[in-house]
Structures are given as structure tokens and as C-alpha cells.
């Protein structure tokens, strides 16, 4: 396996939302998150793919994740949902994400991922693991990360296309 990357976002400014596009043929793409730190203690990483570049916010999504934390295990699930939850609890030690997306280029099926994230929290070191699909067959070219609360500080968002 080798990586080819596509497009990559580096805030050098508070922003609200980390987009990345370029989503434009079948292949299996992964999307590397490196140092996402919020502006707000224990902020959650939501996440919406985007159709020609604009993030959907529809209650399409599904999810299920397993929380591995050295205080907790537990599941997270979510269905119907307006967003992907990402990375849980990302405090100013940052946090850290891989998600390979599927589909995403075909206009008959569903775009979905799997994602592998961890973060260092105040009080506890988490990590989840799973996956997720979008639940409407059309085709989407990128991802959009946010928070549920404040603005991201830093982070780099790479997209790579996966040959």
C-alpha cells in the first residue's frame, strides 16, 4: 500500500471547520488528523462529509464506535444523526485521528469510513475505534471537521488517496 496525498489543510488561525476535497475517483482515500486542538476544554470532533464541497448536515448518519479510555470502556453509537462523532474530549494536549473513507466517489452508493482516533485529555488517555456511513447514495468529494463547542486552535488535516 502506498499514499498519494491529495489536498491538506494547516490552520494558522482559529477556524470554526477544517474541509478537505478532492475526492474524484473510487479509490479508498484515508484522512490523517494530526494535533487538533480547541479553543474549549474537552471539545468533541464531529465530522460531515462534503457534496461538491459543502458539508451536509442531513440526519443521515450512523455510527458505532467502541471508547477505549484508561478510566472507562464503553460504546458510543449514534443513528439519524446530522454529524459523525469523530474524536471525543480533544483538550489543549490535542488529539489525533486515521479514517479511511469508502465509496465516496459513487453516485449508487453510500459513502462510509472506518476511524481509529485517540486523545490526551486532562484527566484520562482515550481512544475510539469503528465506523460510520452516510446514508445517501450520491456522490461526495471531501470531509468537513467541526466542533460541538468553539473553534479549533491548530491541526493539520491531510487527505492521501490510498494505491
Not at 17 to 32: E, F, P, Q
Not at 46 to 66: F, I, P, T
Not at 97 to 123: K, P
Amino acid at each position: 500500500m502506498a499514499l498519494q496525498q491529495v489536498a491538506t489543510s494547516t490552520l494558522t488561525s482559529p477556524a470554526s471547520t477544517i474541509a478537505v476535497n478532492g475526492i474524484d475517483d473510487d479509490s479508498v482515500y484515508m484522512l490523517a488528523c494530526h494535533n487538533l486542538i480547541p479553543d474549549s476544554s474537552n471539545a468533541e470532533v464531529k465530522m460531515r462529509v462534503n457534496k461538491s464541497s459543502s458539508a451536509q448536515s442531513d440526519s443521515e448518519y450512523d455510527y458505532a464506535l467502541k471508547v477505549l479510555s484508561s478510566v472507562s470502556f464503553n460504546t458510543r453509537t449514534g443513528q439519524n444523526q446530522d454529524e459523525v462523532y469523530f474524536i471525543d474530549n480533544v483538550h489543549t494536549y490535542g488529539g489525533n485521528a486515521i479514517v479511511y473513507l469508502y465509496n465516496f466517489n459513487s453516485s449508487s452508493e453510500f459513502s462510509f469510513g472506518t476511524i481509529e482516533s485517540v486523545a490526551n485529555v486532562s484527566n484520562q488517555q482515550l481512544g475510539n475505534t469503528g465506523g460510520w456511513i452516510h446514508t445517501v447514495a450520491s456522490a461526495s468529494n471531501g470531509v468537513t471537521l467541526h466542533l460541538n463547542t468553539g473553534s479549533f486552535n491548530s491541526g493539520t488535516v491531510t487527505l492521501y488517496k490510498v494505491i
